[in-house]
């Protein structure tokens, strides 16, 4: 077959790989298994660039279930039989092509992800960045992709419990759109991805299959795109409807305990579920497309095995098992149609009808090259971290500065957006969006909660990827640690520009390095995740933005902690410094930089044996009940942390009352001559808490005894934010700015 | 008692409210699959929320046509309770048991947050444990709210006493500020002339616990509890 280099181009192979391919079989692929393989060896699906890298992240903890890459998602045991299975995933280019499906079938694909280990999904949340909300494409791309996940994410009955949002020019052409679905499944009723089984019938469940989405996974998901135009017809359409009686049909179908193996069809739908089942089973398949039940008619089998179609799943089970299995889809009104069977000799076989139309060894097809570069860091790196104090001017009025950075788009309160999603169905949301620095779910049958959160940090990251890599990690854990949760394990997509560029493969590189050390230092493993590459148009890649999920643990569910201050007459203590710094360093990255000066300069720096003690430290205070509060200085820095506090204040449902701060004299004092780099700099590892003043002496005496290093700043106090000298304001402009800034840049 | 829980192809506040009436307040609890043909046995029907068919068409539109709702009708016209909850609204509104509409939130999003509702009557077998006036915290989650019906349905409505629930502020004062999706008078619940059916957007299945935010909920299906057994 006489292959073009535009055939090669459309499934994003190589020339090299296409000779690769001809080796293997020994023979010129036909058009069939050339676009099986293009799948396979795309690197959503073959992690081409991403796994050799990937190897270095920590992946085992006393408490994991799975092994990273061997099934669908990362279990982790929660103790009382139960265990918890997350996974983050990218749907960037099919968002930035149609925002509203893009997210939504974003949404669906991680919770079959989810389904596909057994598990009930509990929980949704996303990451999200877009291109400054001044202009209107970006804010179109922004709504429409907030309408699609709760479009999905409501109807299908999971709550999205957290999230987080980031505007950056960056991210103006290549959106991210990253979620996370989090599930529940007792041990012993976990199922498998792996068909082991010869003569097992593979049933194929769910929507017919369709011409949406073929070559998503390589088209989309592994090259850079110019022409988004073209590519419409490759973005798959959703309907949750459906999801939501699959979900239902698979977990009655697995309750029965006749179904042995399960996979969600995503990237490269049949071809991908079907091959990588066998993969994992060691064995091989047989297919027949003829038996695949069609929304449309005159589909070539090519456009069978590559289509995205959504909201399917193959099922594996032996024979005498199949019709007890398709009552369950019966009864759900869902199509479930055996398609094939598991086969001993390894080989992945289609055929139509009795006519094969594509065989090739199922080892030959999932073992995609893997690509070790060459990084280095891009000419100008070293000068991005060039930042001295002296060139940054200090503003003229710290209260106007605050009250802009609570106002920036980066800043503000994320209600406007989470109000539109369902965060409580399920009733187990102990802690919902904005209430606290990660969500708290609590599991019903047991006293404990989970708590999980999602973050992520690009401009630390573009600045310095080990070191921002680090930081992602630290902070992910950091906002569990303030809820009172002990961090069992993250999830991570790694969303980059073109790797075959040395200065983004120094990026992915450095932040896996990076993330990895942090792993290590706190003690948490990464069980799941995803990579999302090439994410750049006319050569201008996105900030390297690793995103990381994190899953925590809180044996008792009543002993939580909000971010907000409850009440007056409460000492307001920072951990993890004992008095306000003001080093550049401190600025590196910042929303102050970046709001106020526009500016993106610095070198970020952490130390982690400090963040462990600290995040262990605050955990402590939480479970004994002496937290009051507990929210960490990230964005905008102390001032805004405090400003944020004051205006969630008790946060009840009965009446929610804010609550004012008054610096103390001593602070007030010792405040550094460059305030703004001390108000607004966002050094690390701080955590800003409220606790009882008669027991604030014992507090300060054990955070000492733990090398916790901790300054009191002031007290909670009438109805203003006051550190005298610089700043006093009343708590109602605070929230003003804070809760109405982010519809007003959306105006 | 025993609550019978109906399920639609695309409920999904089913479990949620097996777990307030069965696993808080200790009552027996069944799910009814909705091509069942009868509701024989149980004191009570809840019909839950979440997207029945997607709420493909119109919301609740399609399940009306479910077989259950003809032995839903059969059991609310012998004087049998039943409460529906959002979706479940739509569905009773839809099936003419209860009147009126649920159009789309007037600001057109989708909203899920706490709201407060002000108990209008305490003389329904729903709201017996409840004082009038007696605010509750109660949480909405729906894109189609916005109860409309004729003012002159509105006016029987309201001369009857049928106008449960009112969406108000936390102290219970009813502002224009507390109606999260621009429903007429801020109608939150109504029920029919029998008194025996309730509609309402509000989740009372997701306030049944402190550690949740509220336990007001219990007050309603607890007011159901005394009523079955007074009977």
Redesign the interface.
């Known amino acids: 077959m006489p292959v073009t280099k535009e055939i090669l181009d459309e499934i994003a192979l190589s020339r090299a790989e296409y000779d690769m391919i001809v080796d293997r079989l020994d023979r010129e692929p036909n058009p069939v298994e050339l676009g099986m393989f293009g799948a396979l060896w795309s690197e959503h699906c073959g992690y081409k660039h991403s796994r050799p890298l990937l190897g270095l992240l920590p992946s085992r903890s006393s408490r994991t279930l799975s092994q990273a890459g061997a099934e669908n998602a990362g279990a982790i045991d929660i103790g009382n039989g139960l265990a918890v299975v997350f996974k983050v995933e990218s749907h960037n280019h099919p968002s930035a092509v149609e925002p509203l499906q893009g997210a939504a079938t974003g949404v669906g694909g991680i919770v079959r992800d989810i389904l596909a280990m057994g598990a009930r999904p509990i929980a949704l949340l996303n990451s999200l960045r877009f291109g400054p909300p001044d202009s209107a494409a970006n804010r179109r791309l922004l709504k429409g992709v907030v309408d699609g996940i709760?479009w999905y994410g409501?109807?299908?009955?999971v709550p999205d419990v957290a999230g987080e949002i980031y505007f950056d020019d960056c991210y103006a052409q290549n959106p991210l759109v990253n979620a996370m679905c989090v599930g529940i499944a007792r041990i012993e009723d976990l199922a498998s991805a792996a068909a082991d089984r010869p003569g097992d019938v593979l049933l194929l469940a769910g929507a017919g299959t369709g011409r949406d989405g073929i070559h998503g996974a390589s088209g989309l998901a592994s090259r850079t795109f110019e022409e988004e135009q073209e590519l419409r017809p490759t973005v798959q359409v959703g309907?949750?409807?459906?999801e939501?009686?699959l979900i239902e049909a698979c977990l009655e179908a697995l309750a029965t305990g006749r179904v042995r193996a399960l996979q969600d069809l995503g990237a490269a739908g049949l071809t991908s579920a079907a091959v990588e089942s066998a993969a994992r089973g060691g064995r091989g398949i047989a297919l027949d497309i003829n038996q695949v039940h069609r929304r449309e008619s005159g589909m070539t089998g090519y456009e069978v095995m590559l289509s995205e179609s959504q909201e399917r799943m193959l099922l594996a089970a032996a024979p005498e098992n199949v019709p007890a299995i398709r009552e369950v889809f019966d009864?759900?009104?869902i199509v479930c149609r055996p398609v094939g069977a598991v086969t001993e000799a390894p080989y992945a076989l289609v055929t139509d009808g009795a006519q094969p139309i594509a065989s090739a060894p199922v080892a030959h097809l999932t073992d995609a090259p893997r690509y070790r570069l060459d990084g280095r860091p891009s000419a100008d790196a070293a000068e991005r971290q060039r930042l001295r104090l002296r060139d940054v001017p200090v503003p003229a009025d710290a209260g106007a500065t605050l009250l802009q950075l609570l106002a920036s788009p980066n800043v503000a309160s994320r209600q406007g957006v989470y109000?539109?999603?369902?965060?409580?169905?399920?009733?187990?949301?102990?802690v919902g969006p904005g209430a606290g620095d990660a969500a708290v779910l609590?599991i019903?049958g047991t006293s404990q909660a989970i708590a999980v959160a999602i973050d992520g940090n690009g401009r630390q990251c573009f600045l310095d990827p080990y070191r921002g890599a680090q930081m992602v990690v630290a902070e992910v854990t950091r906002n569990l640690s303030c809820v009172g949760a002990e961090p069992l394990a993250l999830t991570d997509c790694l969303n980059f520009g073109n790797p075959e560029r040395p200065e983004i493969y120094y990026q992915l590189e450095q932040s896996i390095r990076g993330m990895a050390r942090a792993c290590r230092a706190l003690g948490v493993p990464v069980v799941s995740g995803n990579a999302s590459l090439y994410n750049e148009s006319q050569g201008t890649a996105i900030f390297p933005t690793p995103i990381v999920g994190g899953l925590g643990l809180l044996e008792d569910?009543?002993r939580h902690c909000g971010a907000g201050f409850p009440e007056a007459g409460l000492a307001v203590v920072l951990l993890g410094a004992d008095q306000l710094t003001a080093r550049a360093s401190d600025l590196a990255g910042s929303e102050y930089l970046n709001t106020v000066h526009g500016l993106v300069k610095g070198r970020p720096r952490i130390d982690l044996a400090l963040e462990r003690r600290v995040q262990g430290f605050c955990r402590r205070l939480i479970a004994d009940g002496l937290a009051k509060s507990a929210h960490d200085c990230s964005d905008g820095g102390l001032a805004v942390a405090v400003a944020e506090c004051c205006t969630l204040g008790n946060g009840r449902?009965?009446?929610s009352r804010t609550v004012g701060f008054v610096a103390t004299d001593e602070l007030t004092r010792n405040i550094p001559a460059r305030w703004d780099a001390a108000l607004f700099g966002e050094a690390t590892s701080r955590i800003l808490i409220a606790v009882e003043l008669d027991r604030l002496g014992g507090i300060l005496a054990s955070a000492d005894a733990a090398g916790v290093p901790a300054t009191i700043l002031g007290r909670t106090e009438g109805e203003r934010m006051r550190i005298d000298g610089l700043l006093d304001l009343p708590v109602e402009d605070l929230a003003g700015a804070w809760f109405g800034g982010l519809n007003n840049a959306l105006q | 008692m025993r609550f019978g829980i109906l399920v639609f192809p695309g409920t999904w506040s089913d479990t949620d409210c097996h777990h307030a009436v069965s696993g808080v307040l200790g009552q027996e609890a069944d799910y009814i699959w909705h091509k069942a043909d009868s509701v024989d046995g149980y004191d009570a029907i809840i019909v839950p929320g979440g997207f029945s068919y997607g709420d493909y068409l119109r919301a609740g539109a399609i399940a009306r046509f479910s077989p259950v709702m003809g032995a839903v009708r059969d059991f609310a016209d012998a004087g049998g309770l039943v409460i529906g909850i959002c979706n479940g609204f739509q569905i009773l509104c839809e099936a003419g048991l209860l009147p009126g509409a649920l159009r789309r939130n007037g600001h057109l999003e989708y909203r899920c947050q706490w709201t407060h509702l002000r108990t209008e009557s305490a003389n329904t077998p729903f709201t017996s444990r409840c004082g009038v006036g007696q605010p509750l915290a109660v949480p909405v989650s729906h894109g189609e709210g916005n109860y409309y019906a004729d003012a002159s349905t509105i006016a029987r409505l309201e001369e009857q006493g049928r106008i449960l629930f009112r969406y108000c502020e936390p102290d219970g004062v009813v502002t224009d500020a507390a109606n999260p999706n621009g429903s007429v008078d801020n109608i939150a619940g109504i029920i029919n002339e029998g008194r025996n059916v309730l509609g309402m957007m509000p989740h009372p299945e997701r306030s049944c616990e402190a550690l949740l935010g509220s336990d007001d909920g219990n007050l309603i299906f607890g007011s159901m509890i005394d009523a079955v057994s007074a009977r």
């Open positions: 709760g409501n109807c299908i009955g309907n949750p409807f459906l939501k009686s009864k759900w009104d109000r539109q999603y369902d965060h409580q169905v399920q009733t187990n949301t102990v609590r019903k569910a009543r449902i009965d009446g």
